[in-house]
């Protein structure tokens, strides 16, 4: 009995130690350093940092349940860019291509769909293998309205193949880039706060009278920049047909970097 009790106080020290190394792996603790936290609870002999890396190898699972979970059909929007993170070997250090796709319910719950790491970049290829991968868990966009992507090329083709009817809106502060880039960087300040306007309207009638008033103002001198957003303004206008509420929220990808912006904060202090 007493042998059987001690076995059950053991068990429950190491699910806690697993637990507690789990939470500090997700707040992004570096596994030396969680090394440092639990050997005066565990003793030195106790913890490594090779024990701590195979507890934290749990999370595999978790992360492959994610990725296979079935996904209901409940998405009206989604919104896909692919993000870079740096990652190491023990030889070198290269930046990998993430394609992220994050989803609005028919509820207006927002929840990150999936994400997929690629070795080919934002090729069509890659975008169309990761859509399709979501397309038979289950997401088959038969309540899809709208995807909000930038102007890859590849994405573009790829969403347009798999989700054929749903309407596309451009992201602005990848425009906004675009067009800023075309212009000299005395001017690129006053060209794009002149841009912004357009978006801010009140409408997409008063958006229009905005964007004529910008195009009149510099279309002698920064042509390729008035040209560049005049080539995609039908679908950098697509979110005034939504609901007033979803304006904001769907007019960029921003969404997608500020979620990741927190996992590239907490990956940093791991490698």
């Not at 038969?142 to 451009?170: C, E, S």
């Not at 970097?257 to 927190?262: A, G, P």
Request: proline letters at 3%; aromatic letters at 10%.
């Amino acid at each position: 009995m007493i042998e059987f009790k001690s076995i059950k106080r053991y068990q429950r020290k190491a699910e806690d130690v697993d637990r507690m190394v789990l939470e500090m792996f997700l707040a992004g603790v570096s596994t030396r350093r969680v090394k440092e936290v639990l050997e005066p609870i565990l003793g030195e002999e106790e913890i490594s940092a090779t024990t701590v890396s195979k507890i934290s190898k749990i999370l595999d699972d978790m992360v492959f349940k994610f990725h296979n979970r079935r996904l209901k059909d409940e998405y009206e929007y989604l919104i896909l860019d692919g993000l870079y993170l740096n990652a190491k070997s023990p030889v070198y250090k290269r930046r990998r291509c993430i394609l992220v796709c994050y989803g609005i319910k028919e509820n207006g719950k927002k929840e990150l769909v999936d994400f997929y790491l690629t070795k080919k970049g934002e090729s069509q290829e890659s975008w169309e293998h990761f859509l399709n991968i979501l397309y038979h868990r289950g997401l088959e966009g038969k309540n899809l309205v709208l995807a909000v992507i930038d102007g890859n090329r590849g994405l573009d083709n790829a969403v347009r193949f798999i989700y054929p009817l749903i309407k596309i809106q451009r992201c602005w502060v990848h425009k906004l880039r675009n067009v800023a880039n075309k212009c000299p960087r005395k001017l690129q300040e006053e060209v794009i706060r002149g841009a912004r306007e357009i978006y801010s309207a009140e409408g997409k009638n008063k958006a229009l009278q905005a964007y004529k008033a910008w195009q009149d103002r510099w279309r002698d001198i920064v042509p390729d920049a008035v040209e560049c957003l005049e080539r995609d303004l039908e679908e950098l206008l697509t979110f005034y047909s939504l609901p007033e509420g979803y304006w904001k929220k769907l007019r960029t990808t921003n969404i997608i970097e500020r979620v990741f912006r927190e996992v590239r904060r907490r990956a940093r202090p791991m490698s």
